[in-house]
């Protein structure tokens, strides 16, 4: 991401292993490697390193302290172990593969997640009851088709320059071609929810836009819906199911603080990567015309890493 990895742990207001790294870039599709935070239960001696003694590093580890710490266990056990909950940064593949997975050809597939199906697909189901995650980007791309099939890419972000957070899942999948004693097999993924976008009509501006960009959008969180969604720990299906409806409640007004400015096409093409991706050539209004994301003004577009 365009951040160094030092400013999202900061924002984050998490913990991240001293050898993480993360490319900088301004245009990363999916299969690329992307940040995720997510909390784990760690054990009463934990003395705040990244992760526990023989917890996945970087992704990668032995499926036993997984079993602890991604919420495979419930509150109650939790509370057993003494364990607490810690914020951590992680890079993790774009594009959800899961366990029972053959390959990781499922992942390819699996960069979305639509919320209203999120409990019954077999690919999200177990990660959305108990490894759930947020996603942090500085914006993303959304492309509208125009007359005649033309297309405009659009850049949509904060206007203060700060990250959004966005509900996702992460899974752990170990690679039967490698030995289970070589720590590298195992493969850390991430998808994005998703929800349905605004209406065209509405009378917020911002969501007006969003609306006739496109008629989806990956789902947001606020700060205490972060905190939430990231909580460790193993729901029912009831529960997963209010946990959601909560979430997706704050979306849209979370969303309304966005900013949206037309891109350059340039994006269309990962071989493309820069700064100069985030603002069209001769062009900088919002999908329904209005300068500047609606807000009334025209300010400049703000640098930032791009999901999708």
């Not at 970087?58 to 509150?75: D, L, M, S, T, Y």
């Not at 997975?101 to 597939?109: E, H, L």
């Not at 720590?183 to 850390?188: D, S």
């Not at 006739?212 to 990956?218: C, F, K, V, Y």
Request: charged content about 20%.
């Amino acid at each position: 991401m365009a951040k160094a990895i030092g400013d999202l742990v900061a924002e984050a207001e998490a913990e991240a292993d001293a050898n993480l790294e993360l490319r900088q870039s301004w245009n990363v599709a999916p299969t690329s490697d992307v940040p995720v935070v997510l909390e784990r239960l760690i054990g009463a001696g934990h003395q705040g390193s990244a992760r526990a003694e023989t917890a996945p590093k970087n992704g990668a580890g032995p499926v036993q302290a997984e079993q602890i710490q991604a919420g495979r266990i419930g509150a109650a056990q939790a509370q057993e172990t003494q364990a607490l909950a810690v914020r951590q940064v992680h890079v993790a593949r774009w594009g959800l593969v899961p366990g029972w997975a053959k390959d990781i050809s499922v992942g390819v597939r699996a960069f979305n997640a639509r919320s209203e199906t999120l409990l019954e697909k077999p690919t999200f189901r177990d990660a959305a009851l108990s490894r759930r995650c947020a996603v942090p980007m500085e914006g993303y791309y959304e492309w509208k088709t125009g007359p005649g099939n033309s297309k405009q890419p659009y850049f949509v972000h904060r206007p203060d320059g700060k990250l959004s957070w966005f509900a996702g899942l992460y899974e752990w999948w170990a690679d039967p071609a490698v030995p289970a004693s070589d720590p590298g097999r195992w493969l850390l993924s991430t998808t994005v929810i998703t929800l349905a976008s605004p209406d065209p009509q509405d009378p917020d501006p911002v969501l007006a836009s969003l609306g006739s960009l496109h008629n989806r959008l990956p789902l947001p969180l606020s700060p205490a819906a972060l905190a939430a969604w990231t909580a460790p720990g193993t729901l029912s299906n009831t529960a997963a199911l209010e946990l959601l409806a909560r979430i997706l409640d704050q979306a849209y007004s979370t969303a309304s603080n966005w900013q949206i400015n037309a891109a350059d096409p340039a994006v269309g093409s990962v071989r493309n990567d820069g700064p100069w991706l985030l603002q069209s050539p001769g062009l900088d209004v919002t999908p329904g015309g209005t300068p500047g994301g609606g807000s009334g003004g025209d300010p400049e577009p703000v640098p930032g890493n791009v999901l999708f």
